[in-house]
């Protein structure tokens, strides 16, 4: 039989879009075999007797209906624990990268532009491209502050339809000034959404504020807190913008499983609390740890992971160098002009950290 799908390149490049091309595939090192300390995973497993119920809570769900769509009961218990404003709205994404998605789907139009300081998260940049919207990167000072100069300078140039600020930032791993958000959120024409995925960690929020702009949006996700493997994000905001958002969510987004394993979860949040609470101590060990070793550059951190700088173009020798030692964590260097030379650690358990700083040490 002739075989007639061996030269498909015209095809695919007469249709699929350029810009789509044009993009590298969200990337995920293999971690077989490594301690990963790459993620932002909680390392921390649930103790056995409550895996034990969790199994037995998961002999309730009935996988041939489809889940609830609004999914009630898990939306009442994350409202209370994330203590959700009276009088705000929720919407769940499968993960937070499902909600920045939807956000954009809602506002896309030509000439549209998605605005966020970087280094950042990179998802706003590729859903920005996803779905055909300009996005504009500001620069954040060398302290990994916000430049405020050249942030309202662009807003007021661009005014974007979204403005994405991570509450702490990610890959810098820095709160950025309450205030200066404040005056952000009050610039922008658009909506701003306050990205708090590390919440957990920092103890600083934008969820009680919400009331007071019309503009801001408030966005949590369980992913960092120990349950990445369920996807499960919230959007909180006034009803009358979750209502249109809720409008391109896809009926049933989030599954049986994940409603029941996140409402299980989160009866026994305090296993999570503890959790959260043992890796920030960690954090401060690690820091503390890392500071001491000459020739490295250590950045504060407010969230579960630290970054670090290494001298002039040995990010890469190192990275590699730790992975060979059975350590994996996430080299930034060639990700953005403020990461030249950075290398990224999650803040794993004791041990694991141990065993990052042994190798650490080994390789400077
Ligand atoms: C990890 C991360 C997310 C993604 O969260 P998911 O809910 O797992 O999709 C969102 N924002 C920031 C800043 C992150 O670092």
């Not at 173009?313 to 590699?320: I, L, P, S, T, W």
Request: charge should be negative; proline fraction near 5%; hydrophobic fraction near 45%.
């Amino acid at each position: 039989m002739k075989q007639r799908t061996n030269n498909l390149m015209p095809l695919v490049e007469r249709w699929i879009r350029s810009a789509i091309r044009a993009l590298s595939a969200y990337h995920v090192a293999d971690a077989s075999g490594l301690i990963k300390l790459d993620a932002m995973e909680n390392p921390y497993q649930w103790p056995q007797a409550l895996v034990q119920e969790w199994l037995a809570c998961l002999q309730t769900a009935e996988l041939n209906r489809y889940p609830d769509p609004d999914a009630t009961i898990l939306t009442q218990q994350l409202r209370t624990s994330m203590q959700v404003p009276a009088g705000m709205d929720v919407l769940l994404g499968n993960g937070s990268d499902e909600i920045i998605q939807m956000l954009a789907l809602a506002v896309a139009a030509p000439g549209r532009v998605i605005l966020a300081p970087e280094p950042t998260f990179v998802m706003y940049r590729m859903i920005a491209e996803f779905t055909d919207m300009q996005f504009e990167g500001v620069a954040l000072n060398d302290d990994f502050s916000l430049d405020m100069d050249a942030m309202l300078a662009a807003i007021k140039q661009h005014q974007p339809a979204l403005v994405f600020l991570a509450f702490p930032n990610n890959p810098t791993s820095n709160l950025f000034d309450a205030q200066q958000v404040r005056d952000i959120i009050q610039a922008c024409p658009g909506l701003v959404i306050v990205d708090e995925a590390y919440h957990a960690f920092c103890g600083d929020s934008f969820m009680s504020v919400l009331g007071e702009y019309p503009n801001l949006l408030v966005m949590r996700t369980l992913s960092k807190m120990g349950l990445a493997g369920l996807r499960l994000g919230l959007l909180a905001g006034a009803p009358a913008w979750i209502e249109q958002i809720n409008k391109v969510r896809l009926p049933y987004n989030i599954n049986v499983l994940t409603q029941l394993s996140a409402a299980f979860a989160l009866k026994h949040q305090a296993v999570l609390d503890e959790q959260t609470q043992a890796i920030c101590s960690a954090r401060e060990q690690l820091l503390t740890d890392m500071r001491a070793v000459s020739g490295i550059t250590v950045y504060p951190s407010r969230a579960n992971f630290i970054l670090f700088r290494t001298a002039p173009n040995q990010a890469g020798d190192v990275f590699n160098a730790l992975k060979s030692k059975g350590v994996l964590i996430k080299n930034m260097d060639g990700s953005h002009a403020q990461m030249k030379d950075c290398l990224r650690v999650t803040v794993g358990t004791p041990e694991q950290n141990q065993a990052f700083m042994a190798a650490l040490s080994a390789v400077i």
